[in-house]
């Protein structure tokens, strides 16, 4: 049977020929060298040429990233004959800054291809001057070593993955040969600084010249495959020195071969303008490739993963073979089965792992349990049964279930696709795209059945699942009765371990539905309709999130996602357990440890603490079972509290949230939530954030409470909600008390403001002087204070003087220039008149008092006089405000700078009077001045 691989193209750039390909370690890049002298490297993800290095005017014919170094290293075809030596060079760019950081003059005729130590800092280089030179480049790029052997072009060079000190060399003089780094088969030339090599042996079989070699990775079979101009394909097994097998299929010659790293695969590719795909266990062809861009020349695999590169003579391709996540299955006791390059790992949890010794998020130091067993199939699934006796592996068309213990085999068959069944020795079969298998007890078969709509794959659990092309079908597995269908696109249905709950996950959400068993049980064949029982599934929730892989802890479904995060849904709220750095797969939960054990594409596991009894307490509370919900809240650890109380808040539970949680800033928004505003005050003391206080103050005006809102604005020091709280509540006292404190305070805009309200006009001009804003002083003075007018002028005209003296000679003083300013003595008895008749009457007397836009205080001051009124009784009950008004002048802050006569004195030659307005000074004025 083929192997099950779905191939994708990611990338297809279209080009000049292409010498060679090579794929970075780490970053989603493929570096492709041309014969135009060009190196480029392409983004495979987006599809974006992000780096162009040009290395010469003639072939590239290799080129490999160094990613420790952050370097790319090639060859050129271009012949350089320089002071500092002749022949053929290496050149070494700095990927990152574009640099060409290194030239090394290393042949005499063409170098046809280069290699990377996997650890070592050393290069080798083959050439058509038949030798290979091992270089150094923490040496300087010194040649440490030469390597003859061959009497033709030397054309590949692989280093043995399984032992980096070897490394095998094809040529054109039809021999594929075997070499040491470090080996005693060398001559010392006294002539020259390097030390010459000689094969450890040849192998030979080819009948032309040979172009290429790779080593196989994966398992123990020494092997070595090549190809070469005879049109085949050979395997060697370089310990027994003889060729095990010979794929004929190529029409022309072979130019490229590769051993897949992590598939059990041979990649061929030809001048026919083919990639062939063949197993590496059967040797069988699985497909052909043909892009039409000519002739294949290289092909490029990379560890750790499914891309593989490929050149051709008109361009590159990038493609993606199946699927790239890990084979792994675990019980529920936590023994773990995984498939590593088709060979069978076991692991046990419990044996190697002291649970108070791990952290969330840390990998864990796990060992192999025994022997390897290999794998006879190219595993697609691996899954343990229900108690975890059997573990089943399918792929490649057939399917083997061994004891989980011994990994003995217990049964096989043919199958596309594998499940277990709701009893631990039941399973089925997809046996082909119209037919799926019951059996029990491992070994009998129990029926066959054709859905109606075809069968494109199975899911195993509480019913049997059978997808087709827009369909799921729901099957009972004693009788194999239609029980629902359902229209839908399933990507995997997930059960819960008690039989009601499950998942149906697709490419862009999953819908989580309760299994109502007794509802099926209880309805009659003729209630059945045509798509099965209406009532057999109740929609639970949607949530739009695309599932990568998850399991079931009682009703709480854990999962992990595209964007790399752990989480869990339970009762239609989803809890993110961890943000993962990369791509993870569920394991599954062990109730013992309280922790959810993940691992990656490389199996490497790590876990994340989940306990068990907050997953039941969150079960309870989502079946409504709040006496079961109390009784576990004990059991429950106290770090685990406040995530419990969030939970419950979002289940509308907030008072039930309050009494359990334990962080005061929770509390805090619980206690407003619940109105328990005296409880917020004790928490807010506690927190010590200005933040929480105006949150408190914010509800307590909402409730009422202006007494516990003023309070809350003292503690924030907000002066601007003291005023409008103080103001609107008409509290002449605390207004006034609030002046002094946040002038005090230097909150000078608030404190004019007050001062304004209580009529305290005198301290609030001290504001404006204080802060420098004597323009605005001035204008406030002459509206509501003309008395002083002189003094605030005066300051004024110092101010001025400083930086522009003609502006300054143009302020005029109204005490010195009484005819510029007609009113300004009315003014002056207005001010007095005010003083002494107006009082502060209470905010609620606004409905009955004139505007004071409306007022004309000469008006009232000659109704005043004409009516009698006596002014100087006035002034004389008034005398102590007035001397308390001057001593309060005194104590104010005034300008430290000494205004003399000079100073003040105008200079009228200077003064520009052309714009002043005489219309309203009369001859007597002028005749009196």
Same mark, same amino acid.
């Given at each position: 049977m083929q192997l099950k691989l779905d191939i994708r193209r990611t990338l297809t750039a279209r080009s000049r020929r292409v010498y060679c390909v090579d794929l970075h370690p780490t970053e989603p890049w493929m570096l492709v060298s041309l014969s135009n002298g060009k190196i480029h490297v392409w983004n495979h993800q987006n599809q974006q040429l992000i780096k162009t290095f040009e290395v010469c005017s003639s072939p590239v014919r290799a080129g490999k990233f160094i990613a420790r170094k952050n370097w790319i290293i090639s060859d050129s075809d271009e012949y350089n004959s320089t002071i500092f030596g002749t022949g053929y060079n290496i050149t070494v760019f700095n990927y990152n800054t574009l640099e060409r950081q290194h030239v090394v003059d290393a042949h005499m005729d063409y170098i046809r291809c280069l290699a990377v130590h996997p650890t070592l800092p050393i290069v080798l280089s083959g050439s058509d001057d038949m030798t290979i030179k091992m270089w150094n480049w923490d040496k300087n790029w010194a040649c440490q070593r030469v390597f003859e052997g061959h009497s033709h072009c030397v054309i590949q060079i692989v280093f043995n993955p399984k032992d980096n000190n070897t490394f095998a060399s094809a040529s054109l003089d039809k021999t594929i040969k075997i070499w040491q780094l470090a080996s005693s088969n060398f001559t010392f030339l006294t002539f020259l600084t390097n030390c010459v090599s000689i094969p450890n042996f040849t192998l030979e079989g080819h009948m032309r010249a040979i172009n290429c070699l790779d080593y196989t990775h994966a398992g123990e079979k020494p092997y070595l495959i090549s190809g070469a101009d005879d049109r085949l394909v050979k395997i060697w097994d370089y310990q027994n020195r003889s060729c095990v097998q010979s794929l004929d299929g190529h029409t022309k010659n072979i130019s490229a071969v590769a051993f897949h790293p992590e598939l059990p695969i041979i990649i061929t590719g030809s001048e026919d303008g083919t990639v062939k795909i063949w197993n590496a266990n059967t040797y069988s062809l699985e497909n052909t490739l043909n892009y039409g861009l000519g002739s294949a020349t290289t092909i490029c695999c990379l560890k750790g993963s499914n891309m593989v590169g490929i050149g051709f003579d008109d361009g590159c391709v990038m493609i993606r073979l199946g699927k790239e996540d890990p084979t792994f299955s675990m019980d529920e006791g936590g023994k773990i089965v995984w498939i590593k390059h088709s060979e069978m790992q076991m692991i046990n949890l419990k044996q190697q792992l002291a649970i108070e010794d791990i952290k969330d998020g840390e990998r864990l130091n796990l060992s192999v349990k025994g022997d390897t067993k290999s794998c006879e199939v190219f595993a697609n699934t691996l899954a343990h049964n229900s108690n975890g006796r059997y573990v089943a592996v399918c792929g490649e068309g057939e399917y083997i279930i061994y004891t989980a213990m011994a990994l003995r085999n217990k049964a096989y068959g043919s199958a596309l696709e594998f499940v277990w069944g709701i009893e631990p020795e039941d399973f089925a079969i997809r046996e082909s795209a119209t037919t799926v298998k019951v059996f029990q007890k491992l070994t009998k078969e129990k029926k066959s059945f054709k859905?109606?709509?075809?069968?494109?794959?199975? +899911?195993? &659990?509480?019913?049997?699942? %059978?997808?087709?092309?827009?369909?799921?079908? !729901?099957?009972?597995?004693?009788?194999?009765?239609?029980?629902?269908?359902?229209?839908?696109?399933? #990507?995997? %249905?997930?059960? &819960?371990?008690?039989?009601?709950?499950?998942?149906?996950?697709?490419?862009?959400? !999953?819908?989580?539905?309760?299994?109502?068993?007794?509802?099926?049980?209880?309805?009659?064949?003729?209630?059945?309709?045509?798509?099965?029982?209406?009532?057999? !599934?109740?929609?639970?929730?949607?949530?739009?999130?695309?599932? @990568?892989?998850?399991?079931?802890?009682?009703?709480? $479904?854990?999962?992990?996602?595209?964007?790399?995060?752990?989480?869990? +849904?339970? &009762?239609?709220?989803?809890?993110?357990?961890?943000?993962?750095?990369?791509?993870?797969?569920?394991?599954?939960?062990?109730?013992?440890?309280?922790?959810?054990?993940?691992?990656?594409?490389?199996?490497?596991?790590?876990?994340?603490?989940?306990?068990?009894?907050?997953?039941?307490?969150?079960?309870?509370?989502?079946?409504?079972?709040?006496?079961?919900?109390?009784?576990?809240?004990?059991?429950?650890?106290?770090?685990?509290?406040?995530?419990?109380?969030? !939970?419950?808040? @979002?289940?509308?539970? %907030?008072?039930?949230?309050?009494?359990?949680?334990?962080?005061?800033?929770?509390? *805090? /928004?619980?206690?407003?939530?619940?109105? #328990?505003?005296?409880?917020?005050?004790?928490?807010?003391?506690?927190?010590?954030?200005?933040?929480?206080?105006?949150?408190?103050? /914010?509800?307590?005006?909402?409730?009422?409470?202006?007494?516990?809102?003023?309070?809350?604005?003292?503690?924030?020091? /907000? *002066?601007?909600?003291?005023?409008?709280?103080?103001?609107?509540?008409?509290?002449?006292? #605390?207004?006034?008390?609030?002046?002094?404190?946040?002038?005090?305070?230097?909150? $000078?805009?608030?404190?004019?403001?007050?001062?304004?309200?209580?009529?305290?006009?005198?301290?609030?001009?001290?504001?404006?002087?204080?802060?420098?804003?004597?323009?605005?002083?001035? *204008?406030?003075?002459?509206?509501?204070?003309?008395?002083?007018?002189?003094?605030?002028?005066?300051?004024?005209?110092?101010?001025?003087? @400083?930086?522009?003296? @003609?502006?300054?000679?143009?302020?005029?003083?109204?005490?010195?220039?009484?005819?510029?300013?007609?009113?300004?003595?009315?003014?002056?008895?207005?001010?007095?008149?005010?003083?002494?008749?107006?009082?502060?009457?209470?905010?609620?007397?606004?409905?009955?008092?004139?505007?004071?836009?409306?007022?004309?205080?000469?008006?009232?001051?000659? #109704?005043?006089?004409?009516?009698?009124?006596?002014?100087?009784?006035?002034?004389?009950?008034?005398?102590?405000?007035?001397?308390?008004?001057?001593?309060?002048?005194?104590?104010?802050?005034?300008?430290?700078?000494?205004?003399?006569?000079?100073?003040?004195?105008?200079?009228?030659?200077?003064?520009?009077?052309?714009?002043?307005?005489?219309?309203?000074i009369s001859e007597e004025d002028l005749l009196g001045d």
């Open positions: 859905p109606e709509l075809g069968a494109d794959g199975i +899911y195993g &659990g509480t019913l049997l699942g %059978v997808r087709s092309a827009n369909h799921l079908t !729901f099957y009972a597995w004693d009788t194999l009765e239609l029980v629902r269908r359902i229209e839908i696109q399933p #990507k995997g %249905v997930f059960w &819960g371990g008690n039989g009601e709950m499950v998942a149906i996950t697709t490419e862009e959400s !999953f819908y989580v539905l309760k299994y109502n068993a007794s509802v099926v049980a209880e309805a009659s064949e003729e209630g059945r309709a045509e798509d099965g029982y209406e009532d057999a !599934f109740e929609v639970v929730g949607e949530v739009a999130e695309n599932v @990568k892989t998850a399991t079931w802890v009682g009703d709480c $479904f854990i999962y992990s996602n595209s964007l790399n995060r752990l989480n869990y +849904y339970v &009762g239609g709220e989803i809890v993110t357990i961890s943000h993962l750095d990369r791509p993870h797969y569920i394991l599954g939960y062990i109730p013992r440890d309280n922790r959810i054990y993940l691992c990656d594409k490389e199996l490497n596991v790590l876990s994340y603490s989940l306990h068990l009894s907050v997953l039941d307490f969150e079960t309870s509370v989502m079946r409504k079972d709040i006496q079961n919900a109390q009784q576990l809240l004990p059991t429950i650890p106290q770090s685990y509290y406040t995530k419990i109380a969030h !939970f419950l808040e @979002k289940q509308g539970f %907030v008072s039930q949230a309050l009494s359990v949680s334990t962080d005061p800033d929770h509390k *805090f /928004d619980l206690a407003l939530q619940l109105s #328990k505003l005296d409880l917020a005050v004790e928490l807010a003391r506690e927190i010590g954030s200005d933040q929480k206080w105006q949150q408190l103050a /914010d509800c307590s005006i909402l409730s009422g409470r202006l007494d516990l809102a003023e309070k809350c604005y003292e503690a924030t020091q /907000d *002066f601007g909600a003291l005023l409008v709280l103080s103001s609107s509540s008409g509290n002449l006292d #605390k207004v006034s008390k609030l002046a002094e404190v946040a002038h005090r305070a230097r909150k $000078f805009n608030v404190a004019f403001t007050a001062y304004l309200l209580t009529q305290q006009n005198l301290k609030a001009l001290n504001i404006l002087v204080e802060t420098n804003k004597l323009p605005d002083a001035a *204008f406030f003075a002459r509206t509501y204070l003309p008395s002083e007018v002189p003094r605030v002028t005066q300051l004024w005209k110092a101010e001025q003087q @400083k930086t522009n003296a @003609k502006v300054a000679q143009g302020i005029a003083d109204p005490s010195e220039y009484t005819n510029l300013f007609p009113s300004f003595e009315e003014s002056l008895r207005g001010q007095k008149y005010l003083e002494e008749s107006e009082k502060i009457v209470p905010a609620s007397h606004y409905s009955t008092r004139t505007s004071n836009s409306q007022r004309n205080v000469f008006e009232e001051l000659s #109704k005043a006089c004409t009516s009698g009124s006596n002014l100087e009784e006035t002034r004389e009950n008034n005398a102590n405000d007035d001397g308390e008004r001057d001593e309060q002048r005194q104590s104010e802050p005034q300008s430290t700078e000494l205004i003399t006569d000079e100073d003040i004195e105008l200079d009228l030659e200077n003064m520009n009077l052309e714009n002043i307005d005489y219309s309203n």
